[in-house]
């Protein structure tokens, strides 16, 4: 029993982890939720579309809590091609040089 727990736990870390299919399923249920609004004609249930894009929106906010590491962008630097991650890149560049 734990084993599956710890799989599925693993497998949710992932999805929320994915940008590409956050901003996917935010788009199906916008959709989904224009469809069945027109469909049905109530368009209450393009405003529970919207509860469910904002829920989507609070997980990507508070993604770094729930996969358990920070999400680090890689901005590559001009002169030396190296990013802000690299620790070569800060070799060197201490403004306090003894000597």
């Known amino acids: 029993m734990f084993v599956l727990f710890s799989l599925v736990v693993t497998a949710m870390r992932k999805l929320f982890a994915s940008n590409f299919i956050m901003i996917v399923t935010a788009a199906v249920v916008a959709a989904l939720g224009v469809i069945?609004?027109?469909c049905v004609r109530?368009?209450?249930w393009f405003a529970r579309s919207?509860?469910?894009i904002t829920g989507i929106g609070i997980i990507v906010i508070?993604?770094?809590?729930?996969i358990g590491k920070d999400i680090k962008l890689r901005v590559v630097m001009d002169e030396s091609g190296l990013t802000q991650?690299?620790?070569e890149y800060y070799a060197g560049t201490s403004r306090?040089?003894?000597g």
């Open 36 to 38: 069945v609004s027109i």
């Open 85 to 87: 991650l690299d620790p």
């Open 96 to 98: 306090f040089q003894i």
């Open 42 to 44: 109530d368009f209450r």
């Open 62 to 66: 508070t993604r770094p809590s729930v």
């Open 50 to 52: 919207g509860a469910l």
